[in-house]
């Protein structure tokens, strides 16, 4: 029975000196990461975090976020990583909606800090990381992330639970209404990193870097994966340098890079040419698909790199990735279900569908989370129980799939747009529109057309050669039905993103 803090325990055993973890300037090697999460697991206990609690860190990436996530695990808690960028109600929302027991946070936002706490009846204590400039006033105890460190043994606590315990919270983004928990046993966890590990061929020698928030599952899985295999992992704190990261990739020997299409969108912008990047054995994406025109320039900005386009959803993990020998066959896709799981299409009626039919995707696997924290309306809309018991998760997205079984993605099923009476999906229009040169972002959506019902909005980021409302128009007609070409372009200099670097819609118009 593997449980989460085990990629840690097991790597520390097997190589000790090794480094796990470079961040903040600094190299940790496992044993180290491995004693301070021990350290701060016996204060967490000692401070009235019990198996089943829920611990909420409140941090930017940092070493002390890495330790925090295992020290929750090893006291038998569940953690839940909150960006760090979070605003107060938000923030408020999600301690009180999990009922955290303990909240890990920057000693810089005492102010903040101490409004939450007196806002969250739940709360047994607190943890603060780095130097206060005034001291955090509570009721209840406030330590110091350095004072565990000093105070507190190395060794590991007695282990608790099993692996049908929860690991973690992550909550969803939200952009439509209050965020929502997705629960992650132990056994979920495990699951989605080992098929992760077995498609991405990791070894020991991978060196990942991450610049993705860790409250963002695809940046706090490059954190578990790299240690469960015992690889060395590179944290940034974010991508808002990116001559900083790749001059982090070159001088650490990087090899395995993740991004999603807005990080690549910039970087196809730059001259790469003052960095050396020859270790790079493998590229990530997910979030959001990379059009087709972007993946063709990620290979040329990348020769030596194998990239792995692949999809997924929180409430999975992983579901798809296109294994990279197919990429040129068919580059609009994104692959074929992970190890160890099965995908097929339904329609509305939950008929299954074939080849060349537009669907909802459903998912079967060990993967399939176990639902909404406290939220049966939600879960049961979105998960079901499947053949033989195993759980199945409706994913909320349509696809075709073609003749060979590889899936395309089409569109939000709430992201549709009817225009004229027909379906357009703004994936298609917006792929399209990638073509044009010097397009770095697009989002295409429906805006109230009294006469059309909705007509088509393109709103894109140009950064390269002048660009003009009616060159784009002219390009749609070439390339796209006319029912699906926009009535309407808009350039700006950005678009909204989520915390996880995905184009937010909610709100554009």
Known sequence: MEMVQDFL????????EKVALVCDGQRLTYATVEAMANRMAQALREHGVRPGDRVALFLPNSIELVAGIFAVLKAGGVFVVVNSTTK??????????????????????????????????????????GSA???????????????????????????????????CLIYTSGSTGEPKGVMSAHSN????????ISYLQNTPDDIVINALPLSFDYGLYQLLMTFKFGGTLVLERSFAYPAQVLKRMAE?????????????ALLLQMDLSPYDLSSLRYITNTAAALPPSHILQIREKFPQATLYSMYGLTETKRTLYLPPEQLDVR??????????TRVWLEDEAGNRLGPGEVGELVIQGRHVMQGYWENPEATAARYREGEGGERICYSG??????EEGYFYFVSRKDDIIKSRGEKVAPKEVESVLYALPGVAEVAVIGVPDPVLGEAIKAIIVNMGAELSEREVIQHCRAHLEDFMVPQIV????????????KIKKTGLS
């Open 397 to 402: 997205d349509l696809f075709r799939m073609d």
């Open 9 to 16: 325990e097991q790597s520390a055993a097997r190589t000790p």
């Open 88 to 129: 107060r109600d938000k923030l408020v929302y999600m301690l009180n909606n999990c009922r955290a027991a303990a909240l890990v946070g920057l000693a810089r936002q005492a102010s903040l800090l101490e409004q939450v706490m007196a806002e969250t009846p739940s709360l047994q204590a607190a943890i603060v990381v």
């Open 252 to 264: 650490e020997r990087v090899t395995g890079f993740p991004g999603v299409p807005t990080v690549f």
């Open 189 to 196: 966890v495990v699951f989605a990193a080992s098929s992760i």
């Open 133 to 167: 400039g005034k001291a955090l006033s509570s009721t209840r105890p406030v330590l110091t992330f350095g004072e565990i460190q000093e105070c507190y043994p190395p060794e590991s606590l007695p282990r608790t639970g099993n692996d049908d315990d929860l690991a």
């Open 331 to 340: 580059p609009g896709s994104v692959g074929i279900a992970i190890p160890g």
């Open 490 to 501: 808009e350039f700006r200099d950005e678009l909204p993103k989520t915390s996880s670097g």
